[in-house]
Each structure stands twice: as C-alpha cells, then as structure tokens.
C-alpha cells in the first residue's frame, strides 16, 4: 500500500474534470417526443418564489403558475387548545397504569387543534391557443444545466420554438415565441385560475396597460373532521401580469384576453408578487416589468443561466459512459422497470435534485414545501405544507454536501420563525419553558398540535429533527458566527423546553420523554388496542440525546458555563437509551416490546440516530449497527418502503451501513415504483422530498463525513457505478473533494480545506491523519 501527498493549488485537475464532462457529455437533459398528457409529465423552472409546469402543447399550451406564498390566512378564532400542565399529568397517570388508549385520547382532545391545516394553493394557468395544424418533428425538453425549456415541432411544415425560463435577477417568467411559418403565428393568451372558496369575488381578470391582469385572494374553506360549519378563510392578495413584446404582425388586448396575429416572434414577460411580501404588491409588479425594460430576451437569458450556475456548477457527477441521452427520457425510464440498469439517469435524477432545490429555495424565498414549489392544486395532497417529522428536513439533506449552503437560509429563517412561535405554546399548554414545535406548521408558523389521532400528528421530536439541521451547517462550514448568532439562539430554546419536558420513568428512574409516540405509526398494548402513546419513544429518546449533547458542544465552543449547563449534563446522563435491542436483535421502537399492527411501515423513526443522526458507527457501536440491518431487513421483509421518500431514506441508510449492493437495489427500486415520467419523486401523489432524499444518497454513497474528524472516500461503490467521477462534494469541516475511478477502484482523490483542519482520511483498508491549512490541497493516489 502506498500513497503520495501533494499540498498545493493544482488547476489541472480542475480543467482535466471540466474537459471530460464536455467531452462525455454530462447527464443534464430530460426530453420527450410528446406532449405532456397530464401534470406528473409537466416540466418544472422555477426561481425560488415563482414557478411553472410547461406542458408542451403544440395546440393548447398549458403553463401552469405557482408563488410560494399563495396561502390562505389566519382565521381569527383560531387560538391555542385548551390543554395545560394537569392535562399533561393526567395523560402521564394513565400512562403509567398501561392504559394507552385513553392517553391517546386525551393527548388529542386537550392539545390539538382538530381543524385541517390550510393548504398551499396555486397561482392557476397561463393558457396560450395556437391555430397550429399538422404538427410533427416535436420535441420538449428540461436542461436543467440551463434551468430552460424548449419545444419545438414544425406545424405545416414550418418550425416553430417556444422557449422559457423564470429568472432570479429580474423576478420573471420569460417565454419566447418563435416562428418561421412566413405567415407569421396566431395565438390567443389567457389567465385562468381553479375556483377557490370565494371564487366569484376573490379573483378578477382585466386588461391595463396593455397588460393582461389577473388579481386576487387566496380564499379556503376550514375544513373540519367532523360536519361543523367550514367558514371562509381569505389570506395572502396577488396580482399576476403579463406583457407582451412582438416581431412583426399585432397583439390586441381585449375581454380578458391577448391575440397574436401573424407575429414572427412574440416574447411574454409574467411577473407576480403578494401581499405576503410586499404591501403594495401590485405597484412591484410595475417595477418588476420596468426592470425588465428594453432588454433583449437574449440578454435576460444570459443574466438568468449567469446566476443560476453559481450554484449548478459547483458538482459535478459522471457515473460510467455509457451515454444514453439520445434516448428519450420516458423510455430510459421504462427501460429501467423492466430491469434495466441505467448509471446516466442514475446521476441525471441526482443532478435533478440539485436543481430542483435552486429551482424552489432561493435567498429571501420561503423554504421549499412538500411539493417544493409546483402545485397544480386549491387543496393540495397533505396541503403541500410543512411536515417536520422527516419531510421538510429530508427537502434539505442535500444542501450542504452538494455546495448549496446558502439555500439552507429559507429554511433557517422558518425555522426561526417557528422557534419564537412555539415559546407560547410550550408555556401555555405544556407548562414548560423553551419552545416547542409540532410536527407540522404552514405559512404562518401555528405550533399547536393538529391531529385526528395520536399516531398522526402528536409529536414531540420535530423541534429537536430541526435543530439538527443548524448543527450539521455548522460542522459543513465551520461558520463560528452562525453558530452563535443563529444556532445557539434556537438550539437554546429547544433545549429548555426538552429539559423541563422529560420526567423520571417510575420503572427504572431513568429520564424519559412522556407522552411520546413514533410518528404515524402505532402498536398494540397488553389490551390489544392498537395505541400511539408510550413513555420515551426510541426517536424521541435519540433526539432528546442529541439536543443535549450538541447544545453542550456548542456551549463549550462558545466558552459558555452555568448552571444551566450542569443541569443538561446531568440530564443526558440519565437519559433512557434510545437505541435498546429486543430479543429478536431489532430495535425497539417503543419504549417496550410491542407487536405491531403495520410491519412494515413506511417511517423509520427509530433509526434517527443512525441516520440522519450520527450517534451509531460500525466501529463505535457494531452491536447496534448490526441492530439498525435487522431492523430494516424486517420493516423490508414486511412491504416497507412503500413510498418515494421512505425508499429515498433507506438509500441513506444503506449507504451508512456500508452496504454497495443494498443501497443501489434501493436505487433501482426507486426508479421502479417511485419515479414519474418528469422524474418526479412520488408519494404517491407527488412529493419532492424523494427527490432531494435521493440526491442526499448518493452523496452519502460516494463520501461520508457524520463521524468526528472522519472523512470516507467511495465507502459504498457499487458495481454498476465501474468509472466516474464527481467534483465539488462537501465534507463536513470545510472539505472540498474531487474523486475519480475506474475498475471500481480509486485513481485519484483531491481534498481542499477551507479552514485549518485535522482529520482521518479513511479509504477501503487506508487510513491517514492529515492535517491540512486554510486554502490546501491533499491528493491521494491509491496503489493497492
């Protein structure tokens, strides 16, 4: 075994991996030779605020519209639920006795809101009807190298081009028209929008300017469980507008509509903006289009990649040669079904997720939801909002070990929001200081619980889920002002509320979470009800842990002692386990064994300090390692992973547990079962928390970094991926690393550090201590 350190700047290898990716042809295009039949076959662009769904219709275009702020408002009789600190005590009593089924019920009744939340909704459509005849030649594409979309056909023998993209620098939608029909093309253009709760009154159309206006209300019926009264919610106000500007022949704008007559050329400018972000929400418009001003679309187009590729372009992922972009993305993907392997669509859909969340989490923006940012939907599957019990953190697993730190921000910013929300309701109802958030909120931030039942919806873990993504940005960029400034503040709060909330367990004195449950899932009690509440649920205990020990990390970097400090130590101490094995080897999922009543549910809840958490290492704790195999092995055994992101997060898992042949089978099942035509990650319905889960994974597969001052190389290559390389990855201590192979083996590993740092370089049977400065490079040449 041998290897070479080399500590300096070499732009070679840089120029080398931009040279073979021109060269081989990067996997950055999904197209199609037919129009999009229905919306899982739409194509998305977005900016972070603004979306759409091109659905390439060469007769009757559909492009659907979305803003990320279309919610309907607070009702004002919504207040906190009634239950306090006895009602607490009271669901604790019966717990002790084994009584499950009454803890449930009164854990419901007294703290939970049974209204449904509201749900995100879209913008509606922008329907553009051509008097195209005999089309062919068509073709539709995504380049999300580009973040642009192109159709193109020829009708009557005549080509034709419609081209969009939705620009971050000018805050636009912007579609080009283009014709060489020497006739020019027709085309009538209108804004529609799905009927809402106050349709009649709650959306208008009009044209001003010569502009085509479209302004409103997002308005919601509350829905209830039961057949009380639903009253109208109204909410955030909108004004879309749309401009036009030709190349030969006229537009006219008239009864709500814009007719293109004989025009070579025709580009539409969309812009939209709330009252959600901006009081005079309609006068932005205004600005927004004159911002646009007399520039070309060429020139917009230019600024729009410009910007977008300052974060696309920071990875870059080749997995083998084989190249097969000429086929059809629809096709590659039914290839693969009838079980074909397909290493190109393997890293285009990781490049997609890359996209996906440039495209709905910018700066500034709110984070991106259940559905990202595209939802075709007035009452969305799961209301396309906030789920903190995996989904709203799976959204941003990617983040940092793909380079995107900055699009983290959104989410930080809700999550603060959510941190000062939830104070009340940790005093109020739990008697508890700190802060305490549910397992789902909205736009507005509500932290009382929502649940019909105690499996769905009674969760005490979200708050410490949450603060584990601050903690991780932190170990990703070493940002010491971050750290004090942002992630102390909220790691505070959800360390005071977990330390007043956990209680002595009667049975064995050690300190527990109570009530406490598994999320969605349920057992079944000495009684034979199938129940949700237990005393110290294996996640609650594992996030509980967690909290104390990074805030105590984060205390001891910041030179932080008190008494308050002693008391969180003490407490970690006496924390029940959270990892506890049964007699058949797995781990248990509550806090005693219980038969279950759904095997093979699709959450893995007690696995969280496994993964996303970093408590559980092969070296560190090989018994509950192998734990964490058989645990999964039965959940799989049983018919888990029944959803997109479920099979997104056992990818993860399979790469954790070092496991090359697992992690790609769970690969191509996903593709499978869980993936649409536009590569969508489906729930089923559509979710887009597999899709950011999947690009997570197979980073976890190619470097891995959870562990203290450790970096693995390529710990779990499968077969299938024979030669590649990625450049750009993140490892967690400031690290950049460029990898590349062949024959499944190493050639060459680069690693920059962005601060002075020290850590171990693990690789197969190699390891090193390498201690590098700010701003050097380590290369490592295996020659086994």
Same mark, same amino acid.
């Given at each position: ?213 479209m302004q409103g209300e997002v308005t919601q019926r509350e829905g209830k469980f039961n057949s009380e009264p639903s009253p109208i919610l109204n909410g955030v106000k909108f004004e879309t507008a749309l401009k036009t500007n030709i190349q030969g022949g006229s537009v006219a704008t008239k009864n709500n509509q814009i007719d293109l007559k004989n025009v070579k050329q025709a580009t539409l400018y969309i812009v939209n903006n709330t ?106 599957p799961w209301n396309a909002d906030y789920h903190l019990n995996i989904n709203l953190q799976m959204n941003y697993w990617l983040a940092d070990v793909t380079g995107l730190s900055e699009l983290n921000n959104p989410l930080f910013d809700y999550l603060d929001r959510l941190v000062e929300s939830g104070k009340s309701t940790a005093s109020i109802n739990f008697g508890c200081e700190g802060s305490f958030i549910p397992h789902a909120s ?11 039942t105690a499996f769905w919806g009674c969760s005490m873990g979200a708050g410490g889920w949450a603060m584990q993504h601050y903690w991780q940005h932190y170990r990703f960029t070493k940002d010491e002002k971050f750290l004090k400034n942002r992630l102390f503040p909220a790691l505070h709060e959800i360390t005071k509320f977990y330390s007043d909330w956990i209680i002595v367990d009667p049975r064995d004195g050690t300190l527990i979470s ?110 509950? =390692? ?20 479920? %099979? ?31 590569? =969508? ?30 970096? %693995? ?11 590649? =390389? ?5 490892? %967690? ?52």
């Amino acid at each position: 075994m041998s290897y070479r350190i080399h500590i300096k700047f070499n732009p070679f290898f840089f120029l080398l991996l931009f040279f073979i990716s021109i060269c081989q042809g990067q996997e950055h295009l999904l197209w199609y030779n037919s129009p999009a039949e229905n919306w899982n076959e739409a194509l998305p662009l977005g900016n972070g605020k603004i979306g759409v769904m091109v659905f390439g219709n060469p007769i009757s275009e559909r492009i659907q519209l979305n803003d990320d702020s279309m919610w309907p408002g607070n009702d004002p009789s919504w207040v906190e639920p009634e239950g306090n600190k006895q009602d607490l005590e009271n669901i604790r009593s019966y717990l002790f006795v084994g009584n499950n089924k009454a803890a449930d019920s009164l854990f419901v009744e007294k703290f939970s809101r049974k209204s449904i939340v509201r749900s995100h909704q879209t913008l509606g459509d922008l329907f553009i009807n051509y008097q195209h005849e005999n089309i062919t030649d068509y073709r539709r594409e995504l380049n999300i190298e580009k973040a642009t979309s192109k159709v193109t056909f020829k009708a009557n023998g005549h080509q034709f081009t419609q081209d969009i993209f939705v620009s971050h620098p000018h805050k636009a939608i912007v579609i080009k028209l283009t014709t060489q029909d020497p006739n020019g093309l027709n085309a009538i253009l209108r804004l529609s929008r799905p009927k809402d709760a106050s349709f009649d009154t709650a959306t208008t159309f009009s044209t001003d300017e010569g502009l085509l206006i479209m302004q409103g209300e997002v308005t919601q019926r509350e829905g209830k469980f039961n057949s009380e009264p639903s009253p109208i919610l109204n909410g955030v106000k909108f004004e879309t507008a749309l401009k036009t500007n030709i190349q030969g022949g006229s537009v006219a704008t008239k009864n709500n509509q814009i007719d293109l007559k004989n025009v070579k050329q025709a580009t539409l400018y969309i812009v939209n903006n709330t009252s959600y972000y901006f009081e005079d929400y309609s006068n932005q418009n205004r600005k927004d289009l004159k911002s646009i001003g007399s520039k070309t679309y060429e020139e917009l187009e230019k600024a729009h990649i410009k910007d977008y590729q300052q974060f696309y372009n920071r990875v870059t992922l080749r997995l083998n040669d084989n190249d097969k972009s000429n086929i059809p993305t629809n096709e590659r993907l039914e290839a693969i079904k009838k079980g074909e392997i397909d290493t190109g669509l393997e890293s285009l859909l990781f490049n997609y997720g890359r996209y996906l969340l440039i495209a709905s989490s910018r700066e500034g923006t709110n984070p991106a939801n259940l559905q990202g940012l595209w939802n075709q939907h007035i009452n969305a599957p799961w209301n396309a909002d906030y789920h903190l019990n995996i989904n709203l953190q799976m959204n941003y697993w990617l983040a940092d070990v793909t380079g995107l730190s900055e699009l983290n921000n959104p989410l930080f910013d809700y999550l603060d929001r959510l941190v000062e929300s939830g104070k009340s309701t940790a005093s109020i109802n739990f008697g508890c200081e700190g802060s305490f958030i549910p397992h789902a909120s909205d736009l507005w931030v509500p932290t009382w619980m929502r649940a019909p039942t105690a499996f769905w919806g009674c969760s005490m873990g979200a708050g410490g889920w949450a603060m584990q993504h601050y903690w991780q940005h932190y170990r990703f960029t070493k940002d010491e002002k971050f750290l004090k400034n942002r992630l102390f503040p909220a790691l505070h709060e959800i360390t005071k509320f977990y330390s007043d909330w956990i209680i002595v367990d009667p049975r064995d004195g050690t300190l527990i979470s109570a009530p406490s449950t598994s999320p969605e899932n349920q057992f079944i009690n000495a009684n034979g009800n199938s129940v949700a509440s237990c005393l110290g649920s294996a996640m609650d205990q594992q996030v509980i842990h967690e909290v104390f020990e990074n805030y105590l990390k984060t205390c001891e970097i910041l030179n932080i002692n008190n008494d308050f400090i002693e008391k969180i130590k003490t407490q970690k101490n006496k924390l029940r386990p959270g990892f506890v094995l049964g007699e058949d080897g797995r781990i248990l999922e509550w806090d005693r064994p219980y038969k279950e009543p759904e095997p093979g549910h699709r959450h893995m809840s007690h696995l969280y300090g496994f993964h996303p958490g970093n408590s559980v290492t092969k070296e560190s704790h090989p018994e509950i =390692f192998e734990a964490v195999r058989k645990t999964l092995d039965y959940r799989l055994d049983h018919g888990g992973a029944g959803t997109g992101w479920s %099979r997104a997060w056992l990818i993860n898992c399979s790469a954790r547990l070092l496991d090359e042949k697992m992690a790609h089978e769970h690969i191509q099942l996903l593709f499978q079962k869980s993936i649409s035509k536009n590569l =969508f990650d489906l729930h089923p319905p559509f979710q887009i928390d597999g899709n950011f889960g999947y690009t997570a994974g197979i980073a976890e597969m190619l470097i891995q970094s959870h562990e203290e001052d450790v970096v %693995r190389i390529l710990p779990v290559l499968p077969d299938a991926w024979k030669n590649g =390389f990625v450049k750009g990855l993140k490892a %967690r201590g400031g690290l950049t690393l460029n990898l590349s192979w062949s024959n499944n083996s190493l050639d060459e590993a680069k690693i920059t550090s962005a601060y002075n740092y020290q850590f171990k370089l693990i690789y197969k049977n190699f390891s090193e201590t390498i201690t590098l400065k700010k701003g050097e490079t380590y290369t490592f040449k295996p020659n086994f």
